[in-house]
């Protein structure tokens, strides 16, 4: 069984942090996926979906330094579900993404380059400071500098991978 989550978005908001009575950090921030495409009669539409993301520990702790609002993100994750009731006792229920593995992408701001590419690099896993294991997949280029290969399938395909 499989539960992972892969988006690439910009941060909604600036992280939320906070700090546990037993030492634990916690960020919570909202990140927006797009997917334009075209409707029945041939016009662009865009569908923007937002996405609740939860980070613990040191993962926190760099989110808080590095991530700002409007940031483009590779994120990492498993989807979860929580219940709880709301101060008036309704039964509530949100859906999360806890990720284990973030890494900023696009420019910053002032025009430098943040490594570029899509994917991590062991760079990357090294700085996380978490325990989970490196993505399974080998550390690729960034997606601009790939080779391209003719593998029959349509040159329309804007997926970064």
Not at 100 to 109: A, D, L, Q, W
């Amino acid at each position: 069984m499989v539960n992972r989550v892969i988006l690439i978005g910009n941060l909604g908001r600036d992280p939320e942090v906070r700090r546990l009575e037993n030492g634990a950090v916690v960020a919570k921030f909202s990140v927006a996926t797009n997917e334009n495409y075209k409707d029945k009669s041939g016009e662009w539409q865009s569908q923007t979906e937002w996405h609740d993301i939860v980070v613990w520990r040191s993962l926190a702790e760099r989110a808080e330094q590095q991530l700002k609002k409007g940031a483009q993100i590779y994120l990492e994750g498993k989807l979860t579900h929580r219940s709880w009731q709301d101060q008036e006792g309704n039964n509530r229920r949100t859906t999360e993404v806890v990720a284990n593995y973030f890494r900023m992408i696009g420019r910053r701001e002032g025009g430098g380059d943040q490594g570029g590419g899509y994917f991590p690099s062991a760079n990357d896993e090294q700085q996380t400071n978490t325990n989970f294991s490196s993505p399974s997949t080998s550390p690729a280029a960034p997606a601009t500098t790939a080779p391209q290969q003719d593998t029959g399938a349509p040159a329309d395909d804007d997926l970064p991978f």
